[in-house]
């Protein structure tokens, strides 16, 4: 006989956005801190208090249209503190110094709203959007379109151990890329 399921229990209420939350992530450090994106044209970094609550730690501020989706990059030797990044309805991926509510720099390339992020071990970034592509960037440049889906990425990774970029898409379609081709649908 199969265990009853876990039953869980509401633990924390974050409120502080003024329009529906588009994204949440988790940052690794400090510990229990969480990101969120928001049609508010914000994003947020919520920091847990000892009794499990939050509260905002810092609003990120700047986007000209909703930001869609957030991700945090691990401290490096040029960004010792790390890196928020977030993608944008109006087509720009900008990135933040985590006290800092502020863009430090932008980068662009997409035509429409970027819908993913994600950001690999050695800070490579590849980003999915509405218009249809995903994109890899390194050095805050834009190095690779990948290009063949017929409706909007949503969802983006990379699988550094066998370098692998992944792409999901509105058309159905799961894509798995090697050095910018489509190796498997």
Same mark, same amino acid.
């Given at each position: 006989? #199969?265990?009853?399921?876990?039953?869980?229990?509401?633990?924390?209420?974050?409120?502080?956005?003024?329009?529906?939350?588009?994204?949440?992530?988790?940052?690794?450090?400090?510990?229990?801190?969480?990101?969120?994106?928001?049609?508010?044209?914000? #994003?947020?970094?919520?920091?847990?208090?000892?009794?499990?609550?939050?509260?905002?730690?810092?609003?990120?501020?700047?986007?000209?249209?909703?930001?869609?989706?957030?991700?945090?990059?691990?401290?490096?030797?040029?960004?010792?503190?790390?890196?928020?990044?977030?993608?944008?309805?109006?087509?720009?991926?900008?990135?933040?110094?985590?006290?800092?509510?502020?863009?430090?720099?932008?980068?662009?390339?997409?035509?429409?709203?970027?819908?993913?992020?994600?950001?690999?071990?050695?800070?490579?970034?590849?980003?999915?959007?509405?218009?249809?592509?995903?994109?890899?960037?390194?050095?805050?440049?834009?190095?690779?379109?990948?290009?063949?889906?017929?409706?909007?990425?949503?969802?983006?990774?990379?699988?550094?151990?066998?370098?692998?970029?992944?792409?999901?898409? #509105?058309?159905?379609?799961?894509?798995?890329?090697?050095?910018?081709?489509?190796?498997?649908?």
């Amino acid at each position: 006989m #199969a265990e009853p399921a876990p039953v869980y229990k509401l633990r924390s209420m974050l409120q502080g956005h003024s329009m529906d939350v588009k994204h949440v992530s988790v940052v690794q450090e400090p510990s229990g801190a969480l990101l969120t994106a928001s049609r508010d044209k914000t #994003a947020r970094m919520w920091y847990q208090h000892e009794d499990n609550s939050h509260s905002v730690r810092k609003i990120y501020k700047g986007h000209t249209k909703y930001v869609s989706c957030s991700v945090y990059q691990e401290p490096s030797e040029e960004f010792p503190s790390g890196l928020i990044y977030t993608g944008c309805q109006d087509g720009k991926i900008r990135a933040f110094l985590p006290d800092i509510e502020d863009p430090l720099f932008q980068m662009d390339g997409h035509a429409e709203n970027v819908t993913s992020l994600f950001v690999g071990k050695f800070g490579t970034i590849i980003s999915g959007s509405w218009d249809c592509t995903a994109k890899v960037w390194v050095n805050r440049k834009c190095t690779m379109t990948l290009t063949g889906h017929s409706f909007a990425v949503w969802a983006v990774a990379i699988l550094p151990e066998v370098g692998i970029m992944v792409t999901a898409s #509105a058309d159905k379609l799961i894509k798995l890329w090697k050095a910018g081709v489509s190796t498997h649908t």
